[in-house]
């Protein structure tokens, strides 16, 4: 998720030349966030793996938790300066979609272990 934000915002969008910190800083805050946000997927997505389709349930549950994510940096003033409408549908959008990326990371290695652990218990 944190490399997919730094393309999308630092390649695409070009909008670390607005930042009000050090670039350094900046990333350094930004591992730390991300990690975070990871956790909480993670501990979310825990709960919620439990059948065939969990896959598609995490993506899901990870766009939301974007969207939300996305709503409360937004009001808490702390999103990249919006340059209108346009951009603000588009920053939404995005946050959905590398939270749901995120998500369907962890789904997939909780699906893997899943099956290495089934593996296991079937061969004792």
Request: charged fraction near 15%; aromatic fraction near 16%; avoid cysteine.
């Amino acid at each position: 998720m944190l490399m997919l934000s730094y393309v999308w915002h630092g390649l695409i969008l070009n909008d670390f030349r607005n930042l009000s910190l050090s670039l350094p800083h900046f990333l350094g805050l930004s591992v730390v966030a991300y990690f975070f946000i990871s956790a909480i997927l993670n501990s979310v997505l825990h709960y919620i793996m439990v059948d065939e389709v969990a896959i598609t349930k995490g993506v899901l549950v990870g766009m939301a938790f974007g969207f939300f994510l996305y709503l409360a940096v937004y009001t808490l003033g702390l999103a990249y300066h919006a340059r209108g409408m346009k951009h603000l549908v588009i920053d939404f959008v995005w946050q959905m979609i590398e939270q749901g990326a995120g998500a369907f990371v962890i789904g997939f290695a909780f699906r893997i272990y899943e099956r290495n652990d089934a593996m296991r218990t079937s061969e004792d």
